[in-house]
């Protein structure tokens, strides 16, 4: 198993800020992703943090809106830029190790106001 | 488009009972499924998995699931609820690449 502490666990920021979200993993794993989840609704995978290089976004998702960093094989930031109320969101780390569970850090809870 | 598919938004169970959560799939070739529960305010964890092997697998708190292929179901079960089970329950698949793909969710109120 792996143990995942994601901080901040919370906050509230100003509109037109951005917050840098912390993950860090306490052994190495393959991969680490980014999802967004609105409260008691399904998650939604922002990214793929690639390690050494750039993320992999889906849909809807752009990099100048979410820049994501990977330096290592345990720790990846997320960061969301220029915030707007549509923006406060559940943000949620995880990490897998080729084909087993994945394991989920305790998510950010974002308001944006 | 492959996907999973969890009918019920909510199932309402009393304490004892048995409890069924529905999951259905829609996958090409060999499915990977994870079922997860979600407390309130906390991140995701982990129950089970179903990669290869015995269609029954069980998992953490007594929680089970069968993977049917003929029904693409993987149902999760548990033969006695307790209230502390109440939460919000993921179908999760993967078709053997690196994305999990979530279903849409099942709260599950269990009771007295």
């Known amino acids: 198993s792996a143990v995942i502490s994601q901080k901040p666990s919370r906050d509230i920021c100003q509109r037109g800020t951005s917050l840098t979200i912390q993950c860090q993993v306490d052994s190495q794993v393959t991969m680490m992703f980014w999802y967004r989840q609105q409260p008691g609704q399904s998650l939604t995978l922002i990214a793929t943090?690639?390690?050494?290089?750039?993320?992999?976004?889906e849909s809807g998702f752009v990099i100048d809106k979410f820049p994501i960093s990977r330096p290592n094989l345990t720790f990846s930031t997320l960061t969301v830029s220029n915030m707007s109320p549509e923006d406060s969101s559940i943000y949620l780390c995880?990490?897998?190790?080729?084909?087993?569970?994945?394991?989920f850090g305790q998510g950010t809870r974002l308001t944006v106001v | 488009a492959q996907s999973v598919a969890q009918p019920e938004d909510q199932v309402n169970v009393a304490e004892g009972n048995p409890l069924t959560v529905k999951c259905t799939y829609s996958v090409s070739g060999n499915p990977y499924l994870f079922w997860y529960v979600q407390y309130p305010n906390r991140g995701l964890q982990f129950l089970l998995k179903?990669?290869?092997?015995?269609?029954l697998v069980k998992g953490s708190y007594g929680f089970e699931a069968e993977f049917n292929k003929s029904q693409t179901s993987f149902p999760q079960k548990k033969p006695s609820a307790l209230v502390s089970d109440s939460a919000l329950y993921f179908c999760i698949f993967t078709g053997g690449g690196n994305k999990l793909t979530f279903g849409t969710g099942t709260q599950l109120k269990v009771e007295l």
């Open positions: 943090a690639n390690q050494g290089s750039e993320a992999t976004y």
């Open positions: 179903y990669i290869t092997g015995d269609n």
């Open positions: 995880s990490a897998r190790r080729g084909d087993t569970e994945a394991f």
